[in-house]
């Protein structure tokens, strides 16, 4: 079994670190992570300038580029081989709602899911580490749930799958059972932040997140709120199936009149 670690947080990240030495006795683990943090880059490559690749003393590698970076690297030249899993994380702070399509995190694991591997992207609820240990521990009994019922080593063939896991910051007796969820929503961000630089110039910060704004009952944020560990199926395919008749009608309208005023 191999696996490839990587995330958004940076290669010395306490997530990342615990998370290799939990799983460095389950599989032969590779690390490829940004140099810096990058949260919030998504599934952003960097095509514009030159990628380097360096390694730490203890054996990680890093990319002064995107977790997508490091992913991309690792699979198409860097590794030599093609991993069973691709892991990112552990996150500091949940990846929940709206935020997976900002986070890096899911990035990194769905650059790996888009190479048709499987692969999960892990979240601690709350910033700051809290409880990291028994966050790691789950993640480390979830990957040996994940080996035992072969649902790794996929075939050729075989559908990949991508899962978005956020776990609360709890001591592991106190976590509850996995539990799967659709993502929630959130309310729109905060306004922007405005200072004034040493130049006189207006410097632009990007406001916080907002709360959540559909977090009911069967909600990733309903579920972690509630102590239990939630994982949701994620796809990549943006198309919005149960309009797709509507937008051809419409389309075919649009189209008569444009032909009818020539």
Known sequence: MKILISNDDGYQASGIVTLYEALKDVADVEVVAP?????????ALTLHSPLYVSQAANGFRYVNGTPADCVHIALTGLLGYRPDLVISGINNGANMGDDTIYSGT????????????????ISQVEKGWRE???ATQKAR?????MIRGSLLGLAPNAEPWLLNINIPNLPLDQLKPLKICRLGRRHSAERVIMQDSPRGETMYWIGGAGPAKDDAEGTDFHAALQGHVTVTPLKVDLT???NLRYWAQTAARLSDRRDGAS
């Open 106 to 121: 899911v990035g990194a694991a769905m650059e790996g899911y888009l190479f048709g591997i499987p692969a999960i992207a």
């Open 132 to 134: 990291l240990d028994a």
């Open 240 to 242: 919005d199936h149960d």
């Open 141 to 145: 009994e979830l990957v040996l749930q």
């Open 35 to 43: 140099e810096q943090n990058n949260s919030a880059k998504s599934n």
